[in-house]
């Protein structure tokens, strides 16, 4: 019953899908993107070159972290996994979604930043290990050197500028204290097993932001807690250390931590301006394109991830806000559409009186409005791509 994960140690997002299947106890093995079967079957199959994939013992091929999640959390592979990782409360599992969001879209700035602007510190580990996508690749230095610039550039799309880089610094430095704070009692983030949330907040928190050499001097110096959080999600035997024999259990939905409020409310000031502008300019470009095929994303590349093709460069599918005194343009990717409906589907199925209360609790926060932005049309995801469903009626 081995599986096979397609990704790499530099990717961010394969990080998300490792960190669920070691700590699940799943038997995988990791294969490169640049493996034959990789690019003989694999991106034939899903359209497009993108890790991470899944290939199950059935050969089924999975692609995307919260779908190859959900394989073991809702599908075929269910009774393979440890835990739950979506609460049963509904109050956290709100609050999971918002992490999961938060991680895998709302840290992108710090993770670029970290990851392309420190090299001195970073530049040599980089370029070896990019080497690894390609098995038997000669290490070429120079070479990676020359087509980083790509990569480089793409940092402006999340907003990484000269301007932009002191408070990037400052906000990350924030999110650890704030997190350091909140794991002094708890090993994950809604308690004492990994929820969906924590595995949003690994995708960034790994091979960008734990592995490149320079913010993992920053948080072994500033958060070394924050350190042992990233280690505990990366390993499959507990590693629970200064918490003693945890239970098990998560929080009580009824008594949430202050230091959880503290985080919510940071994801408030730090990434809602951001996703609501993405909505508006979205929605914008749906009102201009109402004749978009349900099932399609209608672009001339379906394979694209921006809104309106390419990458979502700045300039082609953009959106502007307002992000701690200044005015930064990021591209709209309708994927965190997608992660944000998981949000809201799940909040319409509690009942009334939870559903007061997770407002209460959003509000407190300043993320309210995070529970009512909606696109026009929804974000569906059909062989393997992100398409626009019906118009809603
Ligand atoms: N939401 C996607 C995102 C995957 C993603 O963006 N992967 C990056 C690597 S971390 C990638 O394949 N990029 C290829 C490209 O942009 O051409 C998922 O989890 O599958």
Known sequence: ?????????????????????????????????????????????????????????????????????????????????????YPESPMLLA???????????GLLRPAMHYRWNFDEQN??????????????????????????????????????????????????EEWLDLFSAHLER??????????????????????HLYRDPAPAMLIKQRAPRVGRWVERMTTAEPYLHEYGDAAGSLIDDADLPETLLALLRYVSEEYLPEIAAHVEVANEWLADHPDIEPGTNGLENPAARGLMGGRGLVGNGAATFEWRGQQLTTGVMPYRFWLMQRLHD????????????????????????????????????????????AEAS
């Open 1 to 85: 019953m081995t599986y096979t994960l397609y990704g790499a140690p530099v990717s961010l997002y394969t990080g998300k899908a490792r960190s669920y299947l070691r700590s699940q106890g799943i038997d995988f093995v990791e294969v490169a993107p640049g493996s034959d079967r990789y690019l003989q079957h694999v991106v034939p199959t899903v359209g497009r070159w993108i890790i991470p994939c899944l290939e199950t013992p059935d050969g089924e091929i999975v692609q995307d972290g919260a779908d190859i999640i959900d394989h073991f959390e809702k599908g075929p592979g269910a009774p393979l996994r440890r835990h739950s990782s």
């Open 123 to 172: 530049l040599a580990f980089l370029s070896s290990e990019f080497a690894l996508l390609v098995p038997g690749a000669v290490h070429d230095h120079d070479a990676f050197v020359h087509n980083s610039g790509r990569m480089r550039k793409a940092a402006v799309n999340f907003g990484v500028t000269p301007e932009s880089a002191p408070a990037i610094e400052a906000a990350f």
């Open 95 to 105: 609050i999971a979604h918002v992490f999961e969001l938060f991680g895998g879209e």
């Open 186 to 207: 708890h090993p994950y983030l809604l308690g004492d097993h990994p929820t969906i949330g924590d595995y949003g907040l690994i995708a960034a928190m790994w091979a």
């Open 346 to 389: 799940d909040v319409a199925l509690a009942g009334p009186d939870t559903q007061i209360r997770v407002r209460e609790v959003f509000s407190s926060a300043g993320l309210e409005p995070l529970l009512d932005l909606r696109t026009l049309r929804r974000v569906e995801r059909h062989g393997h791509l992100e398409v626009w469903g």
